[in-house]
DNA sequence: CTGAAAGCGCTTACAG
DNA sequence: CTGAAAGCGCTTACAG
């Protein structure tokens, strides 16, 4: 004991003691229980307390734990947003952690190298005791199945999971698909060819399946279909692929702005190709880059702003009432019609 | 009780209720002491009672609850990363999300839309007792020593606070700047015009009065200063100023990449210069579209990964020791000689 | 409206 | 090595 004293007494620098209830209590001459009732929306407490809490709060700096609190109510105000490295546009993540920020929710922020780490993830975000989790990747069902007993909501954004119901909100794929092809084709384009991205992103695969069916529709095969990961060397070296294989083609339908993007690139500083002149190039997703002058893409452009907000309505929906009915959103794309495609006049 | 074991009977998907280190106890036939043990390392449980506890944890799922957890421990395992809407890399919230994971720790991300939101985001850091904060916005000193107080390590990314003492990693602007000045000169160029991000960015003050007093230095008044913020479309803006004003410079240091790019893009597509030979262009970052073909910009790379590892390791180490003095740690950039402005040859 | 008391699920001296 | 017990800082019936 004296030991203990007479050090506090020779270190200036000692540690802030957090500053808990009791102490707000005991300033403002009340229970405990009435400080935490002052912190508790709709609870009853009379004026009078109030002001003599409101005081000692000011004078103490009291913030309530926030650790404790989830403890004992067992939920947490933290959502657990869950997305790939390569995967979605970036602003995602920053948009959706501003939208949960102003509705008073924290955000968890899991980064997936592949979607196989989800595992680790699962744990985390159950030993947090999350109120909801936002997923931008593909969860196996076993995970799906077991935030779902929990209790804990989850909305899939761009992962539709046709076979679980799940909630999700996702922009319709398979109708941009068909709008980019129909303007391709509309524009005399035949000797077409597909670059996708991983074959394990589901949504490469669903926006390829879409427009290769689309095509085939049409009565036109495509020439070659090209699988990269969705980064800009990856477009670089399907485009070099493409120029190399036995029929060049004289459109590219690519999964993500991105691939659009390097095989602009790789098209003009490499092969020596004029856009759209030589080659016609389209896109998908409605990245920032892909608006830049340099590129200019034809693409499909996602409502970002508004997927977010839907998947927060939901999540926000489901965290106050858990046993709401699954519920599927899909929003239409918006066709942009920039320069790297030659196309019909409308 | 009558009714509420009726309901429990009726309904089917009733909620899971969760495993406690209790239940693991009384399967294994253990004290609940026990089980905790199990799961702090280093304490001394013996091979046959973790033989006992395993199968208990594996049969009845067990996880241990991190929030009873940091309620005991008063220290959670979270660390607050705090960035600005448009400030660094997008890539590096990504980066140091995982190594974060890697290292046991998650991430609790607050994205500022101004600097200014910081003091709800300091609340709510504290109301989760993180166990550390890196951040890449600048915070006022308030904050800085409240945080100093309550012993929680904080660690800036690229905010130097020469006048307090903060653990910092930083890139040097200084020399990164000096580097491009003294390429731009050799080469020729004496109509140099900078274009600035935000006056109230500090990185972007640094940078432009690290260049403006290089080329003072070396003789050279710069022909224009024209403040934007750091967008593409601030980029093109200050491009339209620059050739509108009274003396076109020939070449431009701008205050990061992205604007840039923007000059670039307005240069060529809506001035129609050719880039270097009309005019040169330098940025600051070594962002990925800065290197992709369209740009391939004159810049210097930040080194990212780098910067997030040292961040880290500052951050643990004080997590273990809060009393460790600070530090400033400063890596130097790496010159990009890219094509996007005439140069000597070396 | 108010206070005393139980309890959320852990960790950690403490005694054996 | 092991278990009983106290306690982290809250919320929430419960009784007044």
Redesign the interface.
């Known amino acids: 004991m004296a030991r203990r004293s007479t050090q506090a007494a020779s270190e200036g620098t000692d ?2 003691k ?1 500053v808990t209830s009791y102490d707000v209590a005991r300033e403002a001459g009340v229970s405990q229980s009435a400080v935490s009732r002052y912190f508790t929306p709709g609870a009853s407490v009379s004026a009078r307390t109030r002001a003599k809490i409101l005081k000692a709060v000011n004078k103490l700096g009291y ?6 609190r ?2 004992i109510t ?1 939920r ?1 105000s ?1 959502v657990a ?1 869950v997305v790939a ?1 390569l995967g979605f546009n ?2 995602f ?2 948009i959706l ?2 939208s949960l ?1 102003a509705r008073g929710l ?6 997936l ?1 592949h979607e196989s780490d989800a595992d ?1 993830v699962i ?2 975000l ?4 999350v109120a909801g989790v936002v997923a931008a990747v593909t969860l196996p069902p076993r995970h799906v199945d077991m935030l779902s ?3 804990i909501p989850l909305v899939f954004v761009n992962r539709a999971y046709e076979e679980v119901p799940v909630n999700s909100v996702s922009c319709d794929q398979s109708e941009g698909e068909r709008w980019l092809v129909d303007e391709l084709c509309a524009a005399g384009h035949r000797r077409i060819a597909i670059v996708s991205g991983p074959e394990d992103s589901p949504v490469s695969r669903q926006r390829v399946s879409s427009a290769a069916e689309r095509l085939a529709n049409a009565g036109v095969k495509p020439v070659e279909i090209v699988v990269a990961d969705f980064t ?1 060397q990856g477009g ?1 070296e399907a485009m070099r692929k493409l120029a190399a294989g036995p029929a060049r083609p004289d459109a590219i339908i690519c999964a993500n702005d991105m691939l659009a ?1 390097g095989c ?3 098209a ?3 092969l020596g190709l004029r856009i759209p002149e030589d080659i016609s190039i389209v896109g998908f997703d409605g990245s ?2 892909g608006q ?4 200019d893409l034809v693409t499909i452009r996602q409502p970002t702003n508004l997927m977010v907000d839907a998947a927060i309505d939901m999540l926000m929906a489901r965290i106050d009432d ?1 046993q709401l009915i699954t519920e599927k959103r899909v929003f239409s794309g918006e066709l942009v019609r920039g320069a790297s495609a030659r196309l019909a006049d409308t």
Do not use: C
């Not at 924290?106 to 980064?111: H, V």
């Open positions: 540690k802030a957090p913030q309530p734990n926030a650790i404790a989830s403890l067992r947490s933290l947003v490295n970036p602003e993540t920053s952690g501003q920020s924290n955000t968890l922020l899991f980064t190298d680790h744990d985390q159950w030993q947090y005791r007993q929990r209790e800009y670089r993007i602009m690139d790789e003009r500083h490499a920032a880059p830049w002058a340099s590129y858990p």
